[in-house]
T-cell receptor, first 114, second 109 residues
């Protein structure tokens, strides 16, 4: 079974803090993704990566950055957290040989910024 | 713009059948996914359709009509554990996934 893990299920931070969300997958997948999920909205893609040290902006990259130093790990960074970044953050991975590959999701991190 | 429409919430009775609709307007089409997401959990893959027609997988079936920009997920013999949100997502011409907001399905005894 594919396993995607995220470092925290719940996180509370203060405005202006730097926040790191970690995601690890154990299936040697090429692709990794970061989404945020808000009530009444579909999943929105923040950043994705097709290879180590490679990153591409998604639909809503502003206020975020990412790091992929190792194939299995994809980190999302909030340089200076703001209250409008309170959300559920979902990490996903896919094998990567085809764009139509299924994405496998982690359990999510519910981030609250006060 | 790109748009995926699904009903916000549906209610059905245990043992019954329910159909969850999804309509889409996207720049190109390279397939449609359905995912299931239980409250507080990760979305999990249910189905992928790229050709017109019905694909059956146990109690769950997914239908696609590309000419109508329409898909549905059919759940038969509903069980309480089917209470979840069902997410529709379309792969556009750039192979980016466009997600609907999801349909919350409530199963009543």
């Amino acid at each position: 079974d594919v396993k995607v893990t995220q470092s925290s299920r719940y996180l509370v931070k203060r405005t202006g803090e730097k926040v790191f969300l970690e995601c690890v997958q154990d299936m040697d997948h090429e692709n990794m993704f970061w989404y945020r999920q808000d009530p009444g909205l579909g999943l929105r893609l923040i950043y994705f990566s097709y290879d180590v040290k490679m990153k591409e902006k998604g639909d809503i990259p502003e206020g975020y950055s990412v790091s992929r130093e190792k194939k299995e790990r994809f980190s999302l960074i909030l340089e200076s957290a703001s209250t409008n970044q309170t959300s559920m953050y979902l990490c996903a991975s896919s094998p990567g040989t085809r764009h139509t590959d299924t994405q496998y999701f982690g359990p999510g991190t519910r981030l609250t910024v006060l | 713009g790109q748009n995926i429409d699904q009903p916000t919430e549906m209610t059905a009775t245990e043992g019954a059948i329910v159909q969850i609709n999804c309509t889409y307007q996207t720049s190109g089409f390279n397939g449609l996914f359905w995912y299931q997401q239980h409250a507080g959990e990760a979305p999990t893959f249910l189905s992928y359709n790229v050709l017109d027609g019905l694909e059956e997988k146990g109690r769950f079936s997914s239908f696609l009509s590309r000419s109508k920009g329409y898909s549905y997920l059919l759940l038969k013999e509903l069980q309480m554990k089917d209470s979840a949100s069902y997410l529709c997502a379309v792969l556009d011409s750039n192979y980016q996934l466009i997600w609907g907001a999801g349909t919350k399905l409530i199963i009543k005894p």
